[in-house]
């Protein structure tokens, strides 16, 4: 009975005894995945990943699913190379690199070429958000809240961190209502999906499986390859 009374104190004494650990608010929540984020953007350099981009048009409340595989490569402060190659359900390959933008359509053996100018800019920063972007560069151009965390399945389940980006110039905002991240709780911060909200109520959300980083690429691994005899044409031109 002395023994029972005995181990009873001491579960008591240790439970109150036990350190009682604060809930993290949430400035203390953004503070830490900014913090990840920047040494995590320090370090970027290559990515490749397998992806399902879904377009949802809210005029007619209708998705549009395709997937295939990314690769992209940091280049330059600021700016990244990178190739999509799109399986299904219709196969193109859309490359970007230097400002300009192109895409090959194998059935119609035409590859479209633009010359972005200075929207190539913008194209490479929204490509480098999460991947070679730090969180305090995102702070300057964003508001950013943190969200409820969710439980993602990629393809097993994986505890994210749900993170809320507002542009906060007029000008970004003809364009992007809002961004969210979905950021792995532990490990390396690299989003396994991101979605982009038009003010129209259009978005793309982009989901990535596989995902590698940092790893060497061959040399031709971000090349646009095309048989002989494909027209090219300049849109706009």
């Known amino acids: 009975m002395r023994s029972r009374a005995l181990t009873t104190l001491l579960f008591l004494v240790s439970a109150f005894a036990a350190p009682v650990t604060p809930p993290v608010t949430p400035k203390e929540a953004l503070q830490a995945i900014q913090a990840r984020m920047d040494k995590a953007a320090s370090e970027f350099k290559t990515m490749t990943a397998n992806v399902t981009n879904l377009t949802h048009t809210d005029v007619i409340n209708e998705n549009s699913i395709e997937s295939g595989t990314v690769t992209m490569k940091k280049v330059a402060a600021g700016e990244v190379q990178g190739l999509i190659n799109f399986l299904n359900p219709d ?68 505890q994210t961190i749900r993170l809320r980006l507002v542009p906060k110039t007029g000008e970004a905002r003809d364009y992007v209502k809002q961004l969210e991240l979905w950021i792995p709780e532990t490990g390396d911060p690299y989003p396994i999906r991101e979605k982009i909200s038009a003010p129209s109520g259009d ?23 095309t048989p002989d005899g494909v027209v090219t044409e300049h849109p706009g031109k």
């Open 91 to 158: 196969k193109r390959t859309v490359a970007f690199e230097k400002r300009r933008l192109r895409i090959y359509y194998p059935k119609l053996k035409t590859v479209q070429e633009w010359d972005l100018g200075k929207h190539g800019e913008q194209l490479d920063q929204f490509l480098m958000i999460g991947f070679g972007t730090s969180g305090t560069s995102l702070a300057k151009d964003y508001d950013m809240t943190v969200l409820p965390t969710e439980t993602l399945k990629n393809p097993e389940a994986v």
């Open 203 to 225: 978005y793309r959300q982009v989901t990535y499986t596989n995902l590698r980083t940092n790893i060497p690429l061959p040399p031709d691994a971000l090349q646009l390859r």
